[in-house]
């Protein structure tokens, strides 16, 4: 079921010395370029997040939710440093620094001696003013839906200096409306399109959410220790009611609870070992209690899901770089992490327990990991970076699936950019790319209002891939850029979904299906329109995709599930200086998910989504902002093609149809800030 949450609040050290000096002194076509403060003067922005959004070329990537700490980054750099916590996204630990607090923000495109890329093609580093002071901020939301639920939400954040260091906090509570929810037609019919069942739903989800976080940044042994800690706590509801109008009348009804708390600290430290050397230690150790319960209710049947998780991961990581010259760097490093899941699940219809495959489940992971990388600038206009990654885990399990497994992956890497000219950049890269076990698909899961039992399956190994890209970008009219990126991944043990058997029957469940292949073609384009409205961009992102694997229930060629075809966004903005204002709108275009189960086909289909907004600032610490959300009023569609068994060697007897009408959401921000 989708999950799009409208939070009426919540979406509001130095440098390293070879990083800031080489970004003043270097040209665009040596790969870093530098944007001061005065870029974004007509902006107008608030944050650093405002000022990263208008950054030409780049596209924020906030990271990936995965196990361990190499392979979680995004694509910012905080004064040349990844932030130290994992579960702290980059978008809001951005909207905590405020613009005036900004000195100057780099684009690192192919690599740059001395900097660690992440694993990215391009790089922001946001380089803040030297020397704190007090400052902070206050900020109120509220959200009308349109079903007239109001929604409210606040943050307060500070940070300044303490004693030799700094410090920064932020407490933040919002309360969101699911715009996955709502009303709208229940069409059930048979293989020849004639409908055999109508109803009429109606459905409203809500979360609630409390986020508490801070930081303090102070010299010790010789460098600077930063440690940090977050608390997270999340409270979902959703409630349907399914009115049947055909050909008999009656009332299904279906709720689902989900809750979640998460705690985060850790702590990283750097020291500078010479004029050429420093030395980057980390430790994280984060928790997450999870449970989640669904029930649906019918005459004269009742199913009851519930599950249960705690899950824990503990990083150690140590990275040691040399600077050799100008032109050479290298870095060398080592990580190991210890992951654990506990999880319980219990699935009933009419009070009678049915049992499910890995329905409860201990999942334990030592997980280590070394690494060598290398940047090479042999001449002015070719940089070439390498690595290697050794991989090992030891995963075993305990419950109703009780196994051991040992896993090493050996992971090259070689990029290298070309820069002919200063606004012209040519990026190949060549890697192997080893997916990460999701310990989500260790357990069994449900969804009992659209009626799919999801099993456990804690036999997987991960998802592999060679990757190969090329991307073209080119620079223009100043804050102009247009990029074209071209990807194909070779796949091995391909992810998907296949049948697992248990003494209930057959059940879907993620499994290995094999090779695979995916290709994308990524278009990225920021256009300046000063020449024809003064104070205008329009920015936008594309990415087509086209995969293939071959269907472990019918043996036939398909798409990979849940892999959506076409994704693209498209944002319009108009800066009015004299009237201290901004106005613009955003598009989400619409996208398409299929899910091949074994008994069925499953589409979700999302309309394009467009947000109007307009932002005023009648003095430089005070900002007013209001949207109307989903002002298209797009819907949600669920479609369903029900076999009698495993698909191909058994008919279609039903087509299950929801589909879903959505309405506005109208949302005011206030924000003043101080220091």
Avoid: C
Avoid at 125 to 140: D, P, T, Y
Avoid at 322 to 342: H, I, V, Y
Avoid at 433 to 457: C, P
Avoid at 479 to 491: D, E, S, Y
Wanted: hydrophobic letters at 35%.
């Amino acid at each position: 079921m989708l999950r799009i949450f409208t939070l009426a609040a919540l979406l509001a050290s130095a440098a390293p010395a070879a990083l800031a000096q080489t970004a003043a002194a270097t040209s665009s076509a040596q790969g870093v370029i530098s944007y001061p403060q005065a870029f974004f003067a007509e902006q107008r922005p608030v944050t650093a997040y405002d000022m990263v959004g208008r950054l030409p070329g780049f596209t924020l990537d906030t990271g990936d939710n995965v196990r361990g700490f190499e392979g979680a980054a995004g694509n910012v750099l905080i004064d040349g440093g990844r932030p130290t916590s994992k579960t702290d996204t980059l978008d809001d630990i951005l909207r905590r620094i405020p613009a005036s607090q900004v000195d100057h923000i780099q684009l690192i495109r192919g690599g740059a001696p001395g900097v660690d890329m992440q694993g990215k093609s391009i790089l922001a580093n946001v380089v803040k003013v030297k020397g704190g002071k007090l400052q902070g901020l206050v900020q109120v939301g509220q959200a009308l839906g349109y079903d007239g639920r109001y929604k409210f939400g606040v943050r307060v954040e500070g940070s300044g200096p303490a004693g030799p260091g700094a410090w920064e906090g932020s407490l933040r509570y919002g309360e969101g409306i699911d715009d996955g929810a709502g009303e709208g037609p229940h069409l059930v019919l048979n293989p020849a399109g004639v409908v055999v069942e109508r109803s009429d739903i109606d459905s409203h989800g809500a979360v609630h959410q409390w986020i508490g976080s801070g930081a303090y940044e102070t010299p010790a042994f010789g460098g600077k220790l930063r440690v940090n800690g977050r608390v997270f706590d999340d409270n979902y509801r959703y409630n349907e009611l399914n009115w049947l109008k055909f050909p008999v009348i009656g009332l299904e009804s279906s709720n689902d609870r989900q809750d979640r708390f998460q705690t985060e600290v850790g702590a990283n430290f750097k020291r500078e070992l010479g004029a050429r050397n420093n030395l980057e230690l980390l430790l994280l150790h984060q928790t997450e209690d999870y449970s989640y319960g669904s029930r649906f209710r019918s005459t004269p049947t009742d199913f009851d899901f519930k599950l249960g998780k705690d899950i824990s991961e503990t990083i150690g990581r140590g990275v040691f770089k040399f600077r050799q010259s100008e032109t050479l760097s290298w870095e060398a490093g080592a990580e190991a992490a210890l992951n654990k899941l506990e999880s319980k699940t219990a699935f009933s219809q009419d009070g009678v327990a049915i049992p499910l495959p890995a329905s409860n489940v201990t999942v334990e992971e030592k997980r280590g990991e070394i690494f060598v990388k290398a940047v090479w600038r042999p001449t002015k206009t070719w940089t070439v970076e390498g690595s290697v990654r050794e991989e090992g885990s030891a995963i075993s399990s305990d419950g109703d699936v009780s196994l051991e497994k040992t896993l090493y992956y050996t992971k090259p890497r070689v990029a290298a950019t070309w820069a002919p000219s200063a606004n012209t950049q040519v990026r190949l890269r060549f890697e192997r790319v080893v997916g990460q076990l999701d310990f989500d698909d260790f357990v069994a899961t449900s969804s009992l209002g659209t009626g799919v039992i999801t099993a456990g399956n804690p036999d997987l190994v991960p998802e592999q891939a060679w990757v190969s890209e090329a991307a073209i970008e080119q620079r223009f009219w100043t804050k102009g850029a247009a990029v074209l990126t071209l990807r194909h991944f070779a796949l091995t043990d391909a992810i998907d979904r296949a049948p697992v058997f248990g003494p209930s029957g057959a059940f879907d469940a993620p499994s290995n299906i094999g090779d695979g292949t995916k290709d994308e073609l990524q278009v990225t384009l920021t256009l300046p329109l000063d020449r024809f409205i003064p104070g205008a961009q329009l920015r936008g992102d594309s990415t087509w995709r086209r995969s293939e694997v071959t269907d472990p229930t019918t043996g036939a060629k398909r798409e990979i599930s849940g892999l959506r075809p076409l994704d693209w966004e498209a944002h319009f903005s108009q800066d009015l200086p004299q009237w201290r204002a901004t106005w613009g709108v955003d598009a989400f275009g619409a996208w398409r998910e299929t899910y091949y189960r074994f008994d069925e086909i499953s589409t979700d289909k999302l309309k394009t989504y467009v947000t109007l907004f307009a932002e005023w600032k009648p003095k430089p610490d005070l900002l007013v902002r209001a949207e109307i959300q989903n002002a298209t009023a797009r819907g949600f569609r669920h479609t369903r093609q029900l076999y009698s068994g495993p698909r191909g060697a058994n008919p279609l007897t039903a087509i299950d149809d929801r589909d879903i009408q959505v309405g506005r959401v109208f949302y005011v921000r206030v924000r003043k800030s101080f220091g």
